[in-house]
């Protein structure tokens, strides 16, 4: 089975700071890393996802995320936030190579921008 | 491409009716569907998977004759809340996976039971 910790449950930052929302899991098997975002009152978009190859990966919004197998860590960065970063961010887990294994969810980071 | 609906988004109904929550993967082939639900300020929890045309999977501590999961085709699953409580009142998610590792997520439905 696989646990997901996020450690901050809260982080506010000023605008055009840099962020890093931390994400550790716990697995005995491989694992695929995701990292979600909602929005007040909507369902969870996809930001980015590692699943193999180059340990650092990328969303379209300059977020970016980088997968440490020793450290079992898969934090989340932006250099600059805006505003509009404001919402929930979730850290999730799924077993590798197995197909349609459910997502392990952390219980989220609330990221704050604040003007 | 890999857009998710509910339907409802939002509904509030008495206690002791029953409260059906469809969800639809509008352009490809769901295999698998997921159904969670989130309490406020709280993560997601699962509660079910169901594969097309079989019986859905039940995590532990989900009741099945309350919570009811229908998966009948590729494009659609259906949750229905039978004698809903007040203390089913929660928002549930459901997600869509098309055989592959990546999971899209409906808009949620929040459901408030009076």
């Known amino acids: 089975a696989q646990s997901v910790t996020q450690l901050d449950s809260q982080v506010p930052v000023f605008e055009e700071a840099p962020v890093e929302l931390r994400c550790n899991y716990s697995?005995?098997?491989?694992?695929?890393l995701f990292w979600y975002v909602q929005y007040p009152n909507q369902g969870l978009q996809l930001l980015l996802k590692y699943l193999s190859g180059s340990t650092l990966v990328e969303s379209i919004n300059g977020f970016e995320a980088e997968f440490n197998k020793s450290q079992t860590s898969f934090h989340l960065r932006k250099p600059s936030v805006h505003i509009s970063d404001t919402a929930e961010y979730f850290c999730?887990?799924?077993?590798?190579?197995?197909?349609?294994?459910?997502?392990?969810f952390g219980k989220g980071t609330r990221l704050s921008v604040i003007a | 491409g890999a857009v998710v609906s509910q339907h409802p988004s939002r509904v509030i109904c008495k206690s002791g009716t029953s409260v059906k929550i469809e969800c639809r993967s509008l352009?490809?082939?769901?295999?698998?569907m997921f159904w969670y639900r989130q309490f406020p300020k709280k993560s997601l929890m699962l509660m079910a998977t169901?594969?097309?045309?079989?019986?859905?999977?039940?995590e532990q501590g989900v009741e099945k004759d309350k919570f009811l999961i229908n998966h009948a085709s590729l494009t659609l699953s259906t949750l229905t809340v039978t004698s809903a409580h007040p203390e089913d009142s929660s928002f549930y998610i459901c997600s869509a996976s098309r055989g592959q590792e990546t999971q899209y997520f409906g808009p949620g439905t929040r459901l408030l039971v009076l």
């Open positions: 169901s594969n097309e045309g079989s019986k859905a999977t039940y």
């Open positions: 352009d490809f082939q769901a295999t698998t």
């Open positions: 999730a887990v799924s077993e590798a190579w197995s197909g349609n294994t459910p997502l392990v």
């Open positions: 697995s005995s098997v491989s694992v695929y």
